[in-house]
């Protein structure tokens, strides 16, 4: 998490994959206040950092996975871009 980190994780990823780029690229779960005060400014660099990348043309399409409402509330007031998906975790024992 965080502008930085997202980058050089994703630069790690795209070469063991040795794409030329990623379909769709995903935040999984987001940072909550639970564990983080800092968590929208860490999201939102997160997915600034996202942002840039698919604006280079190396993501199709940006995503999260796991954001609930107060995630989403927070990201809509620095987002440029709509998460294409948020992909939620379900199974029987959740």
């Known amino acids: ?11 790690k990823s795209l070469k063991r994959l040795n794409p030329d780029y990623v379909d769709l690229y ?3 779960w ?8 800092d968590w929208p400014d860490t999201n939102a660099a997160t ?3 996202n942002e840039k ?9 940006i995503g999260v996975r796991n954001f609930f409402e107060e995630h989403f509330a927070a990201l809509s007031q620095t987002a440029i871009i709509i998460p294409a ?10």
């Open 47 to 49: 997915w600034q950092a």
């Open 1 to 11: 998490m965080g502008y930085a980190s997202t980058k050089i994780e994703f630069e």
């Open 30 to 37: 987001a940072h909550k206040a639970k564990n983080h005060d």
């Open 53 to 61: 990348l698919q604006a280079e043309r190396r993501i199709k399409s």
């Open 26 to 28: 995903l935040i999984d």
């Open 85 to 94: 998906a948020n992909h939620i975790k379900f199974h029987p024992r959740y």
